[in-house]
């Protein structure tokens, strides 16, 4: 066994860590403002905009993360159109490209799962707040919005933690993310074991942060649904 | 109703011939094949080019029956110590740093490096020209460490494969990368992705640095002393029949 190497990359490890959350928090971030809306549109009665949405949470369902990243980072790259364009100073970053791919991917899973739990929001809720005489826009924001989100709290704190665990392939693109800082060391130290069981100790210690996080927001915002569930 | 088990029975063994472990008598030689023309994976699927014609040509002389396969560069050096293969035939340059973990035949060739760039970028390739610049190498290879110790001024971005530095100079992310010139020459400028780029700088060997190491040479699980006795053999033999020198004249005679 060789910890000493590890102890020897402590630091880099940290610094692995501290762009793994940079990045899931990130994606999770600008994720959450895009699905809430998008989980509406998916319920809209304009079937165009119904489709649209369906179309998008289809495609990056549908196809493994790995290949949209490749597509966004080294695809797009091949046309000289984009090279060109105002966007290129963007794209040729490696973190842009895997924020954006991270981003469109879990927004698709977070936008079905909001629509699914905006299905399920109680009828007579709704109606209570069209009694009230509340706009549509608030009830948005008072009723569906809190409704749905506290309902889809469980699933996506799964979503959080498949995200998290799906940052380790930012490594492919040269960002030294957690798994890149332990496939550095494979690669220079010649050892596999440690490197990777480090690397593994991190995202459980991550994971079970995360868990005991939303545990408590879990408790706060959807306590008074566990009544009625149990 | 019998006839159904038994067809289930015929399946589950031949399921369970193909996760058999191979031929204890095969050498299990592995080689990244992302570095044309030293090793490639061809239309078919088959690993071809340099060395492993070079390795089949040894096998031969030296009546060992060898099983040359195509994995991935990060767990090559990994899997030799652990067993997992038992030999390797990737390019691989004879450092001391290698020499602590693995064993070395003899040496086979003696590469020459070599930056490439786009035309016209009219790049100082020393030390102080190449600051700022953004260079892209194969992690883990020779010419990784000579850039990290000879380059510090420069931004080095570090791939897993061997083709993956050539996108991105293509794309415009990185200046130079730095390689086997045979290599930059055969899998690159020859390519039409590299018509555009052109070799800079001077022609580098390990006389000129030492982390480009002694020489090219197969390496071999270093308890495994009697297998670098049969493969230097092999290799001796390829040598004196005047196949190793056909193979240099075929692959890099102009």
Redesign the interface.
């Known amino acids: 066994m060789n910890w000493d190497v590890i102890a020897e990359n402590l630091p880099r490890y940290l610094e692995g860590a501290k762009l793994t959350l940079i990045l899931t928090f990130a994606s999770l971030g600008i994720s959450f403002f895009l699905a809430i809306p998008l989980a509406f549109l998916r319920n809209s009665e304009n079937a165009v905009l119904r489709y649209a949405v369906m179309a998008y949470t289809l495609v990056f369902r549908g196809t493994p993360l790995l290949v949209q990243l490749f597509l966004i980072y080294f695809g797009l790259a091949q046309f000289g159109m984009v090279r060109e364009s105002v966007l290129w100073p963007w794209l040729s970053s490696p973190m842009v490209c895997v924020i954006a791919a991270f981003v469109l991917n879990t927004t698709a899973y977070s936008t079905e799962i909001f629509a699914g739990g905006l299905r399920h929001v109680p009828v007579g809720e709704i109606e209570a707040a069209r009694a009230y005489g509340m706009s549509s826009l608030v009830q948005a924001r008072r009723i569906l919005i809190p409704a749905m989100l506290t309902r889809s709290l469980p699933l996506y704190g799964n979503e959080m933690i498949m995200m998290l665990h799906a940052t380790s392939l930012a490594s492919t693109v040269t960002l030294l993310e957690v798994t890149g800082v332990a496939r550095n060391i494979t690669l220079n130290y010649y050892i596999q074991f440690e490197p990777y069981v480090t690397a593994a100790a991190i995202y459980l210690t991550l994971t079970f942060v995360l868990v005991s996080a939303f545990q408590l927001v879990q408790k706060r915002w959807a306590g008074y649904l566990e009544s009625r569930i149990g | 109703m019998r006839l159904p088990a038994i067809s289930l029975f015929a399946a589950l063994i031949s399921a369970g011939t193909m996760l058999s472990p191979a031929n204890a008598e095969q050498l299990k030689i592995a080689t990244d094949a992302t570095f044309p023309p030293f090793e490639s994976v061809d239309a078919s699927g088959k690993v071809v080019g340099y060395d492993i014609e070079l390795m089949e040509a040894i096998c031969e002389a030296a009546k060992l029956d060898c099983d040359i396969f195509n994995a991935a560069?990060?767990?090559m050096?990994?899997g030799l110590?652990?067993g997992k293969y038992d030999a390797l035939i990737s390019q691989l340059t004879v450092t001391d740093k290698?020499r602590q973990?693995?064993a070395f035949s003899d040496v086979y060739s003696h590469p020459t490096f070599r930056f490439v760039a786009k035309k016209g970028a009219a790049l100082d390739v020393t030390p102080e020209g190449l600051a700022g610049k953004i260079i892209a190498v194969q992690?883990?290879t020779p010419m990784d460490a000579y850039v990290t110790a000879h380059f510090p001024q420069a931004t080095i971005?570090?791939?897993?494969s061997g083709s993956a530095p050539y996108?991105e100079l293509?794309?415009?992310?990185a200046d130079l990368h730095i390689s086997y010139q045979a290599q930059i020459i055969h899998s690159f400028l020859k390519s039409d992705a590299g018509s555009d780029f052109e070799l800079v700088g001077p022609q580098l060997t390990g006389k000129d640095a030492k982390e480009f190491g002694e020489g090219v040479a197969i390496a071999i699980n270093k308890k495994n002393t009697a297998l670098v006795e049969e493969i230097n053999k092999g290799l001796a033999a390829v040598r004196e029949s005047g196949k190793l020198d056909a193979l240099n004249a075929k692959y890099f005679g102009e």
Request: no cysteine.
């Open positions: 560069w990060d767990g050096i990994p110590i652990d290698r973990v693995i992690t883990g971005k570090r791939y897993d996108l293509t794309a415009g992310r």
